[in-house]
């Protein structure tokens, strides 16, 4: 197209208020030839036009930072709309729900699934899905699983999470610290794990023992589990491969399995408890399997009444307590569903920089993790397991069972804290806060670790002499001497 001398370039920069902080360059003078009347660009004037690598702005940053931006848009979009489905459940609205959850299921397209948000949403949208359409069959589920293959799929499912992050090392460690300072100068010493699992809790502690200065203890120690499947003794072989260790660090050391499917089933005389003895009690991720709903009304007795009165009983030098730092056990349904949302996105987003990034957490420890949204999401009333509690709420109910806080000191803490640096990235930290350890991701609590005693420690309960070898558990017996 010819144009005139006097005509100016039609070509107008957008009005686009994201450009206004970009120098723009000056537009080339065009030259209309004078025999053919067609509009060109003086050289002279296009060579400057062409901005330099420096003024070029980074538009794959920029790019990328719209890219975000949308993304946590959507994101908060879609955890509305979990909520918004949450709380039609509530209601009783299944149509709603339905409706909000058909919207959730579309709106994960626009998350990215190595996100920490979009990694839990697929998740909890799950998990609502279950819950308003019952699969039918229903798939097993570690509820309706026999207990022993269900154990068995616990055990490796819990493993892998030990071996993802930092919090079940945070719990070994600090449990075995406030153990080892509990027993100190102790010449007999009998440790009762509530949850033995594969025993990964005990090999440092048999090393620091061996260690200890004027010599090592004689050891005991009574592992608890699930009956193992026909043909089996899984209790046994973890006690087997402990002795080995604790033979090669020259410990004096005998194992007791105790096989039941729930701890209120275990009585004081089956843990054979002798005179003379320190005892030191653990339990990791137990406890909260045994609280009340408390969604009942009246509310229904609860085994950890009877568990706590067990371990008072002992009069235990220690009892060390580990559990989640979180509030799973509300009335309603929509503030339990809230709560977990949140709590859940922090441990993804915390375990996903401690694999790496990029959303390289293992399979399994994200299995482990599923099966917990599963059953909060899912599970009503007795159907129900995971019923974490706040830290606040155990001290209360552990004070009005006859055990009495031991503050785990400033050695703890520093010992704690070193421990996490060593296993996980930035963004984990460990605090105290009266005499309890926090694990937690960006100042939130995830993980609490506190330290009890019976009130009066020195004396042996009547029922603790009668340790006779009566039925209603599964034994394993094992020792070896150095």
Avoid at 263 to 274: C, G, I, T
Avoid at 340 to 357: K, P, T
Wanted: net charge negative.
């Amino acid at each position: 197209m010819a144009m005139g001398g006097g005509a100016s370039f039609p070509f107008q920069w957008p009005s686009d208020p994201g450009l206004d902080a970009v120098a723009l360059p000056p537009l080339p003078t065009v030259v209309p030839d004078a025999a053919t009347g067609v509009a060109y660009y003086a050289a002279a004037d296009m060579h400057a036009a062409m901005p330099t690598a420096a003024a070029l702005p980074d538009f794959a940053a920029a790019l990328a930072a719209m890219r975000r931006e949308e993304e946590e848009a959507a994101g908060i979009r879609l955890v509305h709309l979990l909520m918004s489905c949450a709380g039609a459940v509530e209601a009783g609205d299944p149509a709603s729900a339905s409706a909000h959850l058909a919207d959730a299921h579309a709106a994960l397209a626009a998350v990215s699934p190595s996100s920490g948000i979009g990694r839990v949403a697929v998740h909890f949208t799950a998990a609502l899905s279950r819950r308003l359409f019952p699969p039918t069959p229903s798939p097993p589920t570690p509820a309706t699983q026999p207990p022993a293959e269900a154990a068995a799929d616990h055990a490796f499912l819990y493993h892998h999470f030990y071996e993802a992050g930092p919090y079940l090392k945070f719990a070994h460690f600090t449990a075995n610290q406030a153990i080892l300072e509990a027993v100190h100068g102790c010449a007999h010493v009998h440790i009762i794990d509530f949850n033995l699992m594969q025993g990964l809790q005990w090999p440092a502690l048999i090393q620091a023992l061996a260690l200890r200065p004027g010599g090592p203890p004689s050891l005991r120690l009574t592992g608890i589990g699930p009956p193992s499947p026909p043909g089996r003794d899984d209790l046994r072989d973890v006690g087997v491969r402990l002795a080995d260790l604790a033979r090669s660090v020259r410990v004096h050391f005998s194992f007791r399995g105790v096989a039941a499917n729930r701890l209120d089933e275990v009585r004081p005389w089956m843990l054979q408890v002798s005179q003379g003895e320190a005892v030191a009690v653990n339990s990791v991720l137990q406890l909260h399997r045994l609280v009340a709903d408390n969604s009942d009304d009246p509310p229904a007795a609860a085994p950890i009444d009877a568990v706590l009165e067990c371990v008072a009983s002992l009069r235990p030098r220690v009892f060390a307590v580990v559990e989640q730092e979180a509030d799973h056990n509300k009335a309603g349904f929509l503030d339990r569903f809230t709560e977990a949302l949140f709590y859940y996105s922090a441990v993804f987003d915390s375990l996903d920089v401690a694999s790496g990034g990029g959303g390289a957490v293992d399979a399994a420890a994200e299995a482990y993790l599923e099966r917990e949204i599963c059953d909060i999401v899912c599970g009503e009333g007795s159907e129900r397991r995971e019923r974490h509690e706040p830290l606040r709420r155990w001290r209360d109910r552990l004070g009005r069972a006859g055990l009495a806080g031991v503050p785990l000191g400033a050695n703890a803490l520093r010992q704690a804290r070193m421990l996490v640096g060593l296993f996980s990235g930035e963004g984990h930290c460990v605090e105290e806060a009266d005499g309890c350890l926090t694990l937690g991701w960006h100042g939130r609590p995830l993980f609490s670790a506190s330290a009890w005693r019976a009130e009066e420690n020195n004396h042996q309960s009547d029922s603790n002499a009668d340790a006779s070898s009566g039925g209603g558990s599964e034994e394993s017996n094992i020792s070896c001497s150095s």
